[in-house]
């Protein structure tokens, strides 16, 4: 159950780039779409979490010369982070042999780590794409599937868990993956517990404006060392900050980013929410819901689309401003959970004041219809697919 868009994504970048990373988080299935991958350009595969592969690459121009004529496989690069340098040398020295593309593909589980690492030594050499867990492009428009995606959340083996129990035990382990094995592996020494009521907290938190300040007082630490760790948890793409749109409008702006967990699943397991039922009546159930439009339109966008929210201190606001590359076009998107789309006045204000091209309110029903003028009420899927065709025109 692989994007097929991200397999011809990353397809593509390997015609044009002698370097490729995947991005994503962990369990994400990478590895998998990159081993489907191989298997049609007799890649070797090496599994840098695995010590033996890892210590063929002690001289890593040595052994991977031995292969200059096969698409390599590097799986968890950040076990490696040192390897990028070698990476180089070998593609400029393949470049004048003329081979220029299919080289190497790199798996990691961190953003920002792993762009800064190859960043400063494949300039020029590498391309990117980022896979995300499951969006509703990928499991149907069907009312029970989107339910369940959105409960469960994208991670494969949670969606595809044979039961609800069955995934809220996976999900909780994976939560426990992060903070015991994968959080050690990329930042300072950060004790688990700390770490996980700091991404409760953010989960009760979901959808509001990040104030380090607040979170510092509940975990008896201070407001820079609580900056740094949700930092990490950016880095580890696990939590979104979601910028407030800037703008020359004269109005006084909040200017705080707001913050989600970005898997739904994760979201309602680190609540202890393990059905739809614990849900729905939960306090969260409204954040979750905008949450969960959010990440699924953005894991569809058109590359370089810049994504805010807009309020002012006067109460107009708006869930999601999309600005297209070259900010040729922008949307404004409202988040509404329910079968009624009407929305607020405060969004009304606020789109008056930013004159978007165009004005949605994503809601629960599924049937497309105009709201007033410029606004339609619209599906998540439905505006999930504008966003895919947008993509491809």
Not at 321 to 347: C, D, H, M, Y
């Amino acid at each position: 159950m692989i994007a097929r868009r991200i397999k011809q994504q990353v397809i593509e970048a390997l015609d044009r780039q002698a370097a490729v990373a995947l991005i994503g988080p962990r369990q994400v299935g990478k590895t998998t779409l990159a081993q489907e991958i191989g298997k049609k350009n007799d890649a070797l595969y090496l599994d840098l979490e695995d010590i033996d592969d890892r210590e063929k690459l002690l001289d890593a121009k040595l052994f991977l010369e031995q292969f200059e004529d096969r698409l390599v496989i590097l799986d968890e690069i950040h076990r490696v982070p040192e390897l990028f340098q070698s990476l180089r040398g070998i593609i400029d020295r393949g470049r004048q042999k003329g081979r220029r593309t299919k080289r190497f593909l790199i798996l990691g589980s961190a953003s920002i780590d792993l762009l800064r690492q190859s960043g400063e030594s494949l300039a020029g050499r590498i391309g990117y794409v980022d896979m995300q867990p499951f969006d509703v492009t990928e499991i149907g428009a069907e009312e029970g599937a989107l339910n369940k995606l959105w409960i469960q959340g994208g991670f494969p083996d949670n969606f595809l868990a044979k039961d609800e129990k069955s995934s809220f035990a996976l999900r909780r382990d994976l939560i426990r993956t992060y903070l015991e094995r994968d959080v050690p592996q990329f930042g300072p020494r950060i004790p688990a517990e700390t770490l996980e009521r700091l991404w409760t907290m953010l989960a009760h938190c979901q959808g509001t404006m990040l104030n380090a300040s607040r979170l510092a007082a509940g975990l008896s630490l201070s407001a820079p060392t609580v900056t740094k760790y949700v930092d990490l948890l950016v880095d580890l793409l696990l939590v979104r900050r979601l910028r407030p749109l800037h703008t020359n409008i004269g109005k006084r702006l909040v200017k705080a980013p707001k913050v989600y967990v970005r898997d739904s699943g994760l979201l309602h397991a680190l609540l202890g929410i393990a059905d739809y039922n614990g849900l729905a009546g939960h306090p969260v159930v409204g954040a979750s819901w905008e949450g969960f439009v959010i990440e699924n339109l953005l894991s569809v966008v058109p590359p370089r689309t810049l994504a805010s929210y807009y309020r002012t201190s006067a109460g107009a606001e708006i869930d999601l401003v999309l600005e297209f590359p070259g900010l040729t076009e922008k949307w404004a998107i409202e988040i509404k959970r329910g079968l009624s789309a009407k929305p607020k006045k405060g969004f009304y204000n606020a789109v008056k004041d930013i004159q978007p091209d165009k004005s949605f309110v994503v809601y629960a029903g599924k049937e497309r219809y105009r709201i007033s003028e410029g606004v339609e009420a619209i599906s998540v899927s439905e505006i999930t697919r504008m966003l895919l065709e947008r993509e491809h025109s």
